[in-house]
């Protein structure tokens, strides 16, 4: 897309979407002329990959966003992957559907073909979705079988492909996600080719799982913990291609291993700590954003969870239980956490008012 302005000078940025001056046909007083200006799509917002929460399915869902978001106001938020097929034959509002105060908000797609990824990522735009991900890390048979996921990195002509079929048709940044290696190949060459050639279709945020991928005998379990991990190859990375946006992930579990990190990469991308320790989510705007302490409470917390479990029985007849199992870590490491996780997890409760089982939560223990 193309359009002429007049009397302007340099890259004027608009939202996401940048106008790159083409060529400026001044006349000879400079007072007067006009220049031919090209759609471009800016790199995101310095920081925007800082913090984040990891893209995990039947976790991530939109209530799991929803605790997320009352905790840290700046962290990027992660859908659960969402496969290019459930988008085109399935129940797109079921999919893509998020509560407003989610935002920053990124989709994560799964899918190798260019022209559905497309597809996909311009109605992730069209939904509000702040960046589209593409997932290369998914180590798991279904996925491979669907050839996407961690398999795609043997592939990276094709990955590039499926980068710049979704950059030609959204403004919004779009982002790979992906692992070190695959299988028990470590040479570094490997992932430093993968990145290099994704970069080059329009790709400049990165999110390195650092572990190779074992497509053959572990689980995707087994496989966020055998393989090694290797942070210094996402170091080196950042050091190749200077540029780049690169945020490191796995087995990150503590404020100062992020801060760490922080020194050598872009971001860090916190997946299971996050989800099983919410808490912790309330220190890093502090920390990590330069904000205000966050001046709520567990309770206040667990109170706002409350109101959102009574909304969304009403709207969408949501059962509580659907809700509450995402911020069962909530009270993690404090006396009395688990008669209160109890409570929150005890299905016979489940037709009771969430507020009556609140109450029950916090009810001195009968002994
Ligand atoms: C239950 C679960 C589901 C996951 N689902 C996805 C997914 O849909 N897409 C993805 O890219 N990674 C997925 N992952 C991997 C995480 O995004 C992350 O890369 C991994 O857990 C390592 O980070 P961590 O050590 O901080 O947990 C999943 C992880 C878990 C635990």
Same mark, same amino acid.
């Given at each position: 897309?193309?359009?002429?302005?007049?009397?302007?000078?340099?890259?004027?940025?608009?939202?996401?979407?940048?106008?790159?001056?083409?060529?400026?046909?001044?006349?000879?007083?400079?007072?007067?002329?006009?220049?031919?200006?090209?759609?471009?799509?800016?790199?995101?917002?310095?920081?925007?990959?800082?913090?984040?929460?990891?893209?995990?399915?039947?976790?991530?869902?939109?209530?799991?966003?929803?605790?997320?978001?009352?905790?840290?106001?700046?962290?990027?938020?992660?859908? *659960?992957?969402?496969?290019?097929?459930?988008?085109?034959?399935?129940?797109?509002?079921?999919?893509?559907?998020?509560?407003?105060?989610?935002?920053?908000?990124?989709?994560?797609?799964?899918?190798?073909?260019?022209?559905?990824?497309?597809?996909?990522?311009?109605?992730?735009?069209?939904?509000?979705?702040?960046? @589209?991900?593409?997932?290369?890390?998914?180590?798991?048979?279904?996925?491979?079988?669907?050839?996407?996921?961690?398999?795609?990195?043997?592939?990276?002509?094709?990955?590039?492909?499926?980068?710049?079929?979704?950059?030609?048709?959204?403004?919004?940044?779009?982002?790979?996600?992906?692992? @070190?290696?695959?299988?028990?190949?470590?040479?570094?060459?490997?992932?430093?080719?993968?990145?290099?050639?994704?970069?080059?279709?329009?790709?400049?945020?990165?999110?390195?799982?650092?572990?190779?991928?074992?497509?053959?005998?572990?689980?995707?379990?087994?496989?966020?913990?055998?393989?090694?991990?290797?942070?210094?190859?996402?170091?080196?990375?950042?050091?190749?291609?200077?540029?780049?946006? @690169?945020? @490191?992930?796995?087995?990150?579990?503590?404020?100062?291993?992020?801060?760490?990190?922080?020194?050598?990469?872009?971001?860090?991308?916190?997946?299971? *700590?996050?989800?099983?320790?919410?808490?912790?989510?309330?220190?890093?705007?502090?920390?990590?954003?330069?904000?205000?302490?966050?001046?709520?409470?567990?309770?206040?917390?667990?109170?706002?969870?409350?109101?959102?479990?009574?909304?969304?029985?009403?709207?969408?007849?949501?059962?509580?239980?659907?809700?509450?199992?995402?911020?069962?870590?909530?009270?993690?490491?404090?006396?009395?956490?688990?008669?209160?996780?109890?409570?929150?997890?005890?299905?016979?409760?489940?037709?009771?008012?969430?507020?009556?089982?609140?109450?029950?939560?916090?009810?001195?223990?009968?002994?």
């Amino acid at each position: 897309m193309s359009e002429v302005k007049r009397n302007c000078a340099g890259v004027i940025e608009c939202g996401k979407v940048a106008w790159r001056i083409h060529c400026v046909p001044m006349d000879k007083n400079r007072t007067e002329g006009s220049a031919v200006f090209e759609k471009t799509v800016l790199p995101p917002p310095c920081g925007m990959h800082r913090l984040s929460v990891a893209p995990m399915m039947d976790w991530t869902d939109r209530h799991c966003r929803y605790l997320h978001r009352l905790l840290t106001r700046h962290t990027l938020l992660y859908t *659960e992957m969402v496969t290019t097929g459930a988008l085109l034959h399935g129940d797109v509002p079921r999919h893509l559907q998020y509560n407003t105060q989610e935002h920053p908000l990124a989709l994560q797609l799964g899918g190798s073909e260019p022209a559905d990824l497309a597809h996909c990522a311009r109605l992730g735009q069209e939904w509000g979705y702040d960046e @589209i991900n593409l997932n290369c890390g998914c180590p798991s048979e279904r996925v491979q079988r669907g050839a996407f996921g961690a398999c795609l990195m043997h592939e990276a002509t094709l990955v590039a492909d499926c980068v710049k079929a979704m950059v030609d048709v959204v403004d919004v940044p779009v982002t790979v996600k992906h692992r @070190i290696g695959i299988d028990k190949n470590e040479d570094y060459t490997f992932v430093r080719d993968f990145v290099g050639t994704v970069a080059q279709a329009g790709c400049q945020v990165f999110i390195v799982h650092a572990r190779n991928a074992w497509l053959k005998g572990l689980s995707p379990k087994e496989n966020r913990e055998v393989p090694p991990l290797r942070y210094d190859t996402v170091y080196q990375l950042k050091k190749d291609f200077p540029h780049l946006t @690169i945020a @490191i992930n796995g087995g990150i579990t503590q404020t100062a291993q992020i801060a760490k990190h922080l020194q050598h990469v872009d971001g860090a991308m916190l997946g299971r *700590e996050a989800y099983h320790n919410p808490w912790w989510l309330s220190a890093w705007d502090e920390a990590f954003y330069g904000a205000a302490p966050f001046t709520g409470s567990r309770e206040s917390v667990e109170l706002q969870m409350v109101a959102y479990m009574e909304d969304q029985a009403r709207l969408h007849g949501t059962p509580w239980p659907t809700i509450a199992r995402h911020m069962l870590g909530l009270r993690h490491g404090l006396p009395g956490a688990r008669r209160w996780r109890q409570v929150w997890s005890d299905h016979k409760l489940k037709d009771r008012p969430p507020r009556a089982v609140l109450a029950l939560a916090h009810a001195p223990a009968v002994v």
